[in-house]
């Protein structure tokens, strides 16, 4: 028997008998008004990845009134929709939805499990991490299939930045099931599908909610924070260490408005208080697939390129001429961030000026 006939077996005998198979989708209600953009994602992701291994696809949605979101999931494609619907999973609950998922890994035995790297997202990745036994790969940047001699086929590549952003590590989940992978909002493109055939499948809602620890007496106050469409932005300007301080940053929200486009920044900025962390753009921020990117100042360390390589142009500024991110721009200037970021808004200006007296 090879060593990958032994691993297959050993899945099957830890679920008695039976082969993990499947890639199950957690499809996330945000704000209990709508499909998370990044669910749509992983449900396009999903399907790729079982198509491949002639799979199917779960698509998982606990939500309060959760019937109204079915005809929008069932248009990325997955072959079964699994719903329940409930007062109690208006908001994500950190008891009630790894309970409820608990119950359906073990009815359904996927083989794969993709949630979106979100605050809901990333308790409950590794709480159903512990509970199962399993690998975790946190805000995957990519996501394959492979065949491996020495651990069998059809599995799941997950890669993601490692070792501060410094390099980016392939990451198998050989030995356990589910294979669980969380990604960012923004990483893979959606696709919607149509005329295909989705079994819908209502779940009765089966948690004791007199074994909660923890119950709210009074309704949760939403906290209303900023929030900036980067991901949407067809121009993204954004700016790094380089800029040297925050009166060179905020000259980044007159350019950007300028050219109609939103500001992004590294972390640095967001550490230093430059700007609020809803523009952080990497592997803890967003990810961003602008028509034109502009990066004042930024080095390029993998955490933030791996965030916008998907961009169609990018035009770098930074005086250091080994700055990693001039290996993936398109466009390149060696100068000091702050100084062009002042002259090409003051030519820009006078750009406007001449046109307005032309005409």
């Known amino acids: 028997m090879t060593s990958s006939q032994c691993m297959e077996e050993r899945h099957m005998e830890k679920k008695g008998g039976r082969e993990s198979k499947g890639v199950m989708v957690f499809v996330e209600i945000q704000d209990h008004e709508r499909v998370l953009e990044g669910a749509r994602e992983l449900l396009t992701k999903g399907r790729d990845l079982a198509d491949r291994l002639g799979e199917q696809v779960y698509a998982v949605v606990l939500a309060l009134e959760a019937e109204k979101y079915l005809a929008d999931v069932k248009n990325f494609g997955p072959d079964f929709i699994l719903y329940m619907s409930h007062n109690d999973l208006k908001h994500y609950n950190s008891e009630i939805f790894p309970e409820l998922f608990t119950g359906l890994i073990r009815e359904y035995n996927p083989s794969i499990l993709l949630i979106p790297s979100t605050e809901a997202g990333s308790d409950l990745a590794p709480r159903l991490s512990q509970r199962f036994h399993t690998g975790l790969t946190a805000h995957c940047t990519g996501l394959d299939i492979i065949d491996s001699e020495k651990h069998g086929k059809g599995l799941l590549l997950m890669k993601r930045p490692a070792f501060s952003g410094n390099m980016v590590a392939s990451i198998i989940c050989p030995e356990s099931r589910p294979q669980i992978a969380t990604v960012q909002p923004g990483v893979f493109e959606k696709a919607e599908r149509t005329g295909l055939h989705a079994d819908v499948i209502e779940l009765a809602y089966s948690f004791d909610s007199s074994s909660l620890r923890v119950v709210n007496c009074e309704a949760p106050r939403r906290w209303d924070r900023c929030t900036v469409s980067l991901e949407q932005a067809d121009v993204v300007i954004a700016g790094g260490r380089g800029l040297g301080a925050k009166r060179n940053f905020d000259r980044l929200f007159e350019l950007s ?76 200037i060696q100068e000091d961030a702050a100084r062009f970021l002042e002259a090409l808004i003051e030519r820009l200006k006078k750009e406007k000026l001449t046109f307005a007296c032309g005409m």
């Open 257 to 332: 408005q300028m050219l109609g486009g939103e500001v992004g920044a590294t972390r640095v900025p967001v550490f230093n208080g430059w700007c609020g962390m809803e523009r952080m753009i990497g592997q803890t921020g967003k990810t961003v697939k602008p028509r034109l990117y502009m990066g004042f100042g930024i080095s390029g360390q993998i955490q933030h390129t791996t965030s916008i390589v998907d961009a169609e142009i990018i035009v770098s500024v930074n005086a250091d001429p080994g700055a990693p991110i001039f290996d993936i721009s398109d466009y390149v």
